[in-house]
Nanobody, 124 residues
Framework: VQLQASGGGLVQAGGSLRLSCAAS????????MGWFRQAPGKEREFVAA??????????LSADSVAERFTISRDRGKNMVLLQLNSLKAEDTAVYYC????????????????WGQGTLVTVSS
């Protein structure tokens, strides 16, 4: 499975971005899709997760972003989206999408596949 994240960029505080994660190759066994982020000098942290089917399964978001970020599944395009609203300077990070064949939620070691990351920079 290959994951390609895109949509990052420079945005002012309070602005919005939409990140996309395109999956290809052997996606029929995927169950979990997640987003993580890593800010400069900090450890990677969980952002949000959903199921590859996009309906009826569990979803999870970190408390710090739950009211501002929304994860969703674009089934027609084999993509998982992360809508980022009301961005803050502390949201600046490289955002990574990840996938796995079982529900892993916020547990990063449970993910089998990782994309290359897309940089989000929020200016204050």
């Amino acid at each position: 499975v290959q994951l390609q994240a895109s949509g990052g960029g420079l945005v002012q505080a309070g602005g919005s971005l939409r990140l996309s994660c395109a999956a290809s190759g052997g996606t029929s066994n995927l169950y979990t899709m997640g987003w993580f982020r890593q800010a400069p000098g900090k450890e990677r942290e969980f952002v949000a997760a959903t199921t590859w089917s996009g309906s009826g399964g569990p979803q999870l978001s970190a408390d710090s972003v739950a009211e501002r970020f929304t994860i969703s599944r674009d089934r027609g395009k084999n993509m998982v989206l992360l809508q980022l609203n009301s961005l803050k300077a502390e949201d600046t990070a490289v955002y990574y999408c990840a996938a796995g064949d079982r529900w892993s939620g916020s547990h990063a070691p449970g993910y089998d596949y990782w994309g290359q990351g897309t940089l989000v920079t929020v200016s204050s």
